[in-house]
């Protein structure tokens, strides 16, 4: 039925297959699905058939990648919305959030790196006029 991506955009985003191609066993390796709405995905998936990658536009016109690993957690994902607007995760193999960062469409930005115990180790923040502040701990 398509790409559904709801847990990453917040947005439920299924658009029917278009194109499928398969290895030499029929296994899915590449899925492009598209709509007539703007939907539209790319689905890579490995030789076990678990999604590796998946990208495309949701119907909130936000655009979205993420990178899953071997047991299908999402590792990395990344979203940008029409307005500019962005941000990104990076998950360790536990599944746990260590990189955060975030743009505003006004310039301001912020990034964290968290420490494997689950707490804020270095913040950025940068305002609209590009003046970083530092912060260390929490």
């Known amino acids: 039925d398509g790409i559904r991506d709801y847990k990453v955009t917040g947005v439920q985003t299924c658009a029917l297959p278009i194109l499928a191609i398969v290895d030499g066993?029929?296994?899915?390796?590449?899925?492009?699905?598209?709509?007539?709405?703007?939907?539209?995905g790319l689905r890579?998936?490995?030789?076990?058939?678990?999604?590796?990658?998946?990208?495309?536009?949701?119907?909130?016109?936000?655009?979205?990648?993420?990178?899953?690993?071997?047991?299908?957690?999402?590792?990395?994902?990344?979203?940008?919305?029409?307005?500019?607007?962005?941000s990104m995760q990076w998950r360790d193999a536990n599944g746990k959030l260590r990189i955060g960062a975030a743009t505003k469409n006004n310039g301001e930005?912020?990034?964290?790196?968290?420490?494997?115990?689950?707490k804020p180790q270095i913040r950025v923040l940068t305002d609209e006029t590009g003046t970083a502040k530092f912060l260390s701990g929490d």
């Open 25 to 40: 066993e029929g296994k899915e390796r590449v899925v492009i699905s598209g709509d007539d709405g703007g939907l539209a």
């Open 44 to 86: 890579i998936f490995d030789a076990a058939g678990q999604a590796r990658i998946s990208t495309g536009v949701a119907s909130n016109n936000v655009s979205y990648t993420q990178w899953f690993d071997a047991e299908g957690r999402s590792r990395v994902a990344a979203l940008c919305s029409q307005s500019g607007e962005s």
């Open 109 to 118: 930005a912020s990034m964290m790196w968290i420490s494997p115990g689950g």
